[in-house]
């Protein structure tokens, strides 16, 4: 059972750059999955989330630039990131939730993690 993510990178600000997350091991189409993040030097905090259904959840700093989906096909859950900011700098993991499980903005809600992608973003 593991999540990987792939697609960071060093970018400049106002590019864009596409995240994904391939589960394996685990109920994909029934868990919700998220994306969350974490600068240096600052605590973990949560990007988006996508539950079973597609409904989509952000958070207020992200929201209207970044854009979370999912392919129940593929097992993978993508996160397409625009206008970037060099305060989206951080490490970005993707988690899966069981469903009903408490909020989704909550990380320790979440019982599965990936390894985190580096994203760097230079003004």
Same mark, same amino acid.
């Given at each position: 059972? =593991?999540?990987? +993510?792939?697609?960071?990178?060093?970018?400049? &600000?106002?590019?864009?750059?596409?995240?994904?997350?391939?589960?394996?091991? %685990?109920?994909?189409? /029934?868990?919700?999955?998220?994306?969350? /993040? =974490? +600068?240096? $030097?600052?605590? !973990?905090?949560?990007?988006?989330?996508?539950?079973?259904?597609?409904?989509?959840?952000?958070?207020?700093?992200?929201?209207? !630039?970044?854009?979370?989906? !999912? *392919?129940?096909?593929?097992?993978?859950?993508? %996160?397409?990131?625009?206008?970037?900011?060099?305060? *989206?700098?951080?490490? #970005?993991?993707? &988690? &899966? /939730? !069981?469903? #009903? /499980? $408490?909020?989704?903005?909550? &990380?320790?809600? #979440? #019982?599965?993690?990936? =390894? $985190?992608?580096?994203?760097?973003?230079?003004?």
């Amino acid at each position: 059972v =593991q999540l990987q +993510a792939s697609g960071g990178g060093l970018v400049q &600000a106002g590019d864009s750059l596409s995240l994904s997350c391939v589960a394996s091991g %685990l109920p994909f189409s /029934r868990s919700s999955m998220g994306w969350f /993040r =974490q +600068a240096p $030097g600052k605590e !973990r905090e949560f990007v988006a989330a996508i539950i079973s259904s597609g409904a989509t959840y952000y958070t207020n700093s992200t929201k209207g !630039r970044f854009t979370v989906s !999912r *392919d129940n096909v593929k097992d993978t859950v993508h %996160l397409q990131m625009n206008s970037l900011k060099p305060e *989206d700098t951080a490490v #970005y993991s993707c &988690a &899966a /939730r !069981r469903p #009903y /499980r $408490g909020s989704v903005y909550v &990380a320790n809600n #979440y #019982y599965l993690w990936g =390894q $985190g992608t580096l994203v760097t973003v230079s003004s």
